[in-house]
């Protein structure tokens, strides 16, 4: 991509690629039901989003300290750098780290350790998103939450993320309005597997501030009526989607319908080790499939922008 673009749905641990789940657990003596690359390799045929969530969350029982938070970062800010990305907006998951024993302070600090050598190296700018489990109690949620504003980590927002379908987002309310009485940005993952309506109750009920996938919209034409009112933010994955088969094949992908449409909506990668793809291959895909011309990448490019926390002036410099 030439035109500057900012990340805004990318999950930490979905950038851990297989040969760096091997090499930190040989380093971090951790063991894998997977021992080789083509053992692991095999693993990644998805059925759904839970048949991915499973490895997800095994692959991420390799990262063991602050500094292989750093290093993974790393290495995602450089893979990001070369796919044109001027601004990442960075989701990780708390509680699969604090459940192995880490402390939020040896994640945080290594992330942000990691996201500030790419501001330094490449001018990178970030914010860092802590999402929460649907699939876990809330209580487990507000917990953390309160800890992360208790001991003022440098957490910039707080997201919403995992199985969807059961776990409507009325379950998170009082999360999100502790999260926004603390100043904290918020989004929320929502219609990627789950109904329209988990898209609704996000606005309404956890007043997010972007929705994380929202490709079920399209089923719900007064939400559609209202998103595209609103201007409300839809950060879509479209290799994630063919990848989890919320969508057949690329060319089902709603994205031609969603900008025909009005909506605001952005390209993104989600899990990009575990879906074929970084950004710059999420837009060559969407490119390819929909012949999108030059004007239209450039409506997707500026919505990503648009749709950051960066302020004002920071935004302008990208515009
Ligand atoms: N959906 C829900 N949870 C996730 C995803 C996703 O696409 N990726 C990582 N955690
Ligand atoms: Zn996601």
């Given at each position: 991509?030439?035109?500057?673009?900012?990340?805004?749905?990318?999950?930490?641990?979905?950038?851990?690629?297989?040969?760096?789940?091997?090499?930190?657990?040989?380093q971090n003596n951790v063991e894998l039901p997977w021992p080789s690359i083509q053992e692991l390799r095999a693993q990644y045929d998805f059925s759904n989003l839970q048949s991915f969530l499973d490895l997800f969350y095994a692959n991420m029982a390799v990262l063991r300290t602050a500094a292989d938070f750093h290093q993974i970062t790393t290495a995602y800010l450089t893979r990001a750098q070369a796919s044109g990305v001027r601004h990442v907006e960075l989701f990780f998951d708390p509680q699969a780290h604090l459940e192995r024993g880490l402390t939020l302070a040896e994640v945080i600090s290594g992330i942000r350790a990691g996201l500030d050598e790419g501001l330094a190296r490449w001018g990178i700018t970030h914010r860092l998103i802590a999402c929460f489990w649907r699939h876990a109690p809330a209580e487990s949620a507000m917990e953390i939450l309160r800890t992360l504003v208790q001991e003022k980590h440098a957490v910039d927002g707080i997201g919403l993320d995992s199985s969807e379908l059961g776990y409507p987002p009325v379950l998170f309310r009082e999360v999100f309005a502790y999260a926004r009485e603390n100043g904290l940005h918020v989004v929320a993952h929502a219609g990627e597997e789950g109904p329209a309506e988990y898209i609704v109750q996000a606005l309404d009920l956890l007043k997010v501030e972007r929705i994380d996938h929202g490709i079920r919209c399209l089923e719900d034409p007064a939400l559609v009526e209202r998103l595209v009112k609103e201007q409300v933010p839809l950060t879509v994955c479209p290799l994630?989607?063919?990848?989890?088969?919320?969508?057949?094949?690329?060319?089902?992908?709603?994205?031609?319908?969603?900008?025909?449409?009005?909506?605001?909506?952005?390209?993104?990668?989600d899990d990009p080790a575990y879906f074929g793809g970084y950004l710059d291959a999420n837009f060559a895909a969407v490119i390819g499939q929909f012949d999108l011309s030059r004007e239209e990448q450039a409506v997707l490019a500026r919505n990503s922008i648009e749709a950051s926390f960066l302020d004002a002036p920071a935004k302008d410099l990208l515009l």
């Open positions: 991509m030439k035109l500057p673009v900012a990340e805004l749905h990318i999950h930490l641990e979905g950038t851990l690629e297989p040969e760096a789940i091997l090499r930190l657990a040989g994630s989607n063919v990848r989890l088969r919320t969508v057949d094949t690329m060319a089902e992908h709603p994205l031609r319908r969603m900008l025909e449409a009005g909506l605001k909506v952005s390209i993104h990668s």
